[in-house]
């Protein structure tokens, strides 16, 4: 069986599990890495156990394995949400996004991504030559946007930017790690709806940063 054939198979049986709503599994040549996510109260330890079977049975050993709980807003995870572009948290730091722009110039594309918070703007910008990249460059200007914000860089890396579906709807994903203590790796959605693809990345870039963010804000 194809690799593409048998990971299709796997990622069905992976999303057969109770409590999984959604699985991605990215290959780049031999390295393979696993994204699945849950439900809350989903019991990540059994969830990660049946999948270890899983992989085990197919004869798969993923370079990473990443369980992530898809939460509400007053939970500790991430949001999926439809909402205007801002900050989701009940904090007062919530910078709004005010500016998506991209567009092409020449043999390049350019991105544009300006966020505001209490009357002051910052804006991130950011090119590439790979237009198959457009997702991943406006993530990127988007947390240049908010380190610029806070006036701190180096706060976040990008690790990835995916679209998925998941219960029959599109969402976008975005994987950050956190550079400032406490290290973590992040995942920030949102759903896409409608026309929107870059700012659908744009929301689940900040819904990846939202709290490291908001807490350097009221700083």
């Known amino acids: 069986m194809e690799r593409t054939t048998e990971s299709r198979f796997l990622e069905a049986q992976i999303k057969s599990i109770e409590g999984v709503i959604g699985c991605v599994l990215l290959e780049q040549g031999d390295k393979i890495e696993l994204q699945v996510f849950t439900a809350p109260l989903s019991e990540p330890a059994r969830v990660r156990s049946e999948v270890r079977a899983l992989l085990d049975r197919h004869l798969m050993e993923p370079r990473r394995i990443h369980i992530f709980e898809l939460f509400g807003e007053d939970a500790e995870g991430p949001t999926i ?3 205007p572009v801002v900050i989701s948290t009940k904090s007062s730091a919530r910078p709004v ?3 998506i722009n991209l567009k092409p110039s020449g043999p390049v594309v350019e991105a544009q991504v300006s966020l505001a918070f209490r ?10 030559r790979d237009g198959t990249q457009s997702m991943r460059l406006v993530a990127a200007t988007t947390l240049e946007s908010a380190q ?4 701190t860089k180096g ?3 990008l690790d990835g930017v995916s679209l998925v579906e998941t219960l029959g709807r599109q969402v976008v994903l975005v994987m950050v790690r956190s550079e400032t203590e406490p290290k973590l790796d992040l995942v920030g959605s949102a759903l896409l709806v409608g026309p ?16 490291q963010l ?3 804000l009221e700083r």
């Open 81 to 83: 949400s439809s909402e």
């Open 97 to 99: 996004v005010t500016r």
């Open 119 to 128: 009357g002051v703007e910052s804006a991130g910008t950011g090119t590439t």
């Open 148 to 151: 610029t914000l806070v006036g």
């Open 155 to 157: 706060m976040f890396v």
């Open 196 to 211: 929107t693809l870059y700012e659908s990345v744009v929301r689940a870039t900040l819904d990846a940063v939202n709290r």
């Open 214 to 216: 908001a807490m350097a």
